[in-house]
């Protein structure tokens, strides 16, 4: 599904409909919500409408537990961290149980890490495939999503839910989900917007099977919905506008 808005807040408020409609319904149905957040730039509107009202009232924060799709290896004082974003704009400002908020970050190398957060991942799920309620997503204008990016091994990943690698490009480790978790996913929603989008986003919604190169096409709930929120401006060259 494709969503189009003309401007970033009311694709943010979108977002933010989908979140709490997203939390509401997992802990009627199963008494508790998980979600998987972003990082990077494209969140941030969203999260800091989160924090306030109407929509910090509407979600169950009790309930909820909190964890990240991908993370720079760098520690929670850092303004690359995922985490210090969202904590900053939105998890410091709502009653979620701080016991039920799982950053990508930690003690040991991040190889290690990576193995104990698949093993909070496999005890939140009871051993169950992780099913998230809701993933979060943004897309580089590479193609990446979360740290999938060109032409990594991670790409190839189909048993581990949780991988730690070296980014060349970067000169840095990251750790992400893997494609088969995120794909057990009952809902993710992408965040996209802006023209140095547009020839990825069509790459991966018209393009060729190619993940090699634009690896959110990776990205196919076997069984959940996946909702992309755009703005004008990213949808530029698709060939059939939604």
């Known amino acids: ?20 409609q997203a939390a509401q319904e997992a802990v009627q149905a199963n008494g508790r919500f998980t979600v998987a957040l972003t990082g990077g730039s494209s969140p941030e509107q969203l999260y800091r409408m989160l924090a306030q009202p109407p929509y910090r ?3 169950p924060w009790q309930q909820t537990f ?19 974003m969202a904590f900053t704009t939105l998890l410091h400002h709502v009653p979620v149980p701080q016991e039920q908020v799982f ?24 051993n169950m495939p992780a099913q998230f309620d809701l993933v979060l997503l943004g897309m580089g204008d590479d193609g990446h999503t979360a740290s999938l990016f060109p032409g990594t091994p991670v790409l190839k990943e189909r048993e581990r839910w949780v991988q730690a690698y070296y980014l060349e490009p970067q000169s ?24 140095k989008k547009a020839k990825a986003l069509q790459e ?21 919905e996946t909702v992309w929120l755009v703005d004008e401006a990213a949808t530029s060259l698709l060939t059939a506008q939604p």
């Open 103 to 126: 950053p990508m970050w930690g003690e040991g190398e991040p190889e290690e890490f990576a193995i104990d957060y698949e093993k909070k991942l496999q005890s939140h799920f009871a």
């Open 172 to 195: 840095m480790y990251r750790i992400t989900l893997t494609a088969p978790c995120l794909n057990q996913a009952r809902k993710i929603v992408f965040m996209t917007y802006g023209e």
């Open 66 to 84: 909190v964890f990240w799709g991908d993370e720079r290896w760098v520690n929670l004082e850092d303004d690359r961290s995922n985490a210090k």
């Open 204 to 224: 991966v919604l018209q393009g060729e099977h190619n993940p090699e190169t634009y690896p959110a096409q990776l990205i196919q709930p076997q069984q959940g």
């Open 57 to 59: 009232d509407l979600v």
């Open 1 to 20: 599904m494709i969503q189009v808005y003309k401007t970033t807040e009311e694709l943010s408020k979108a977002a933010a409909d989908l979140f709490v």
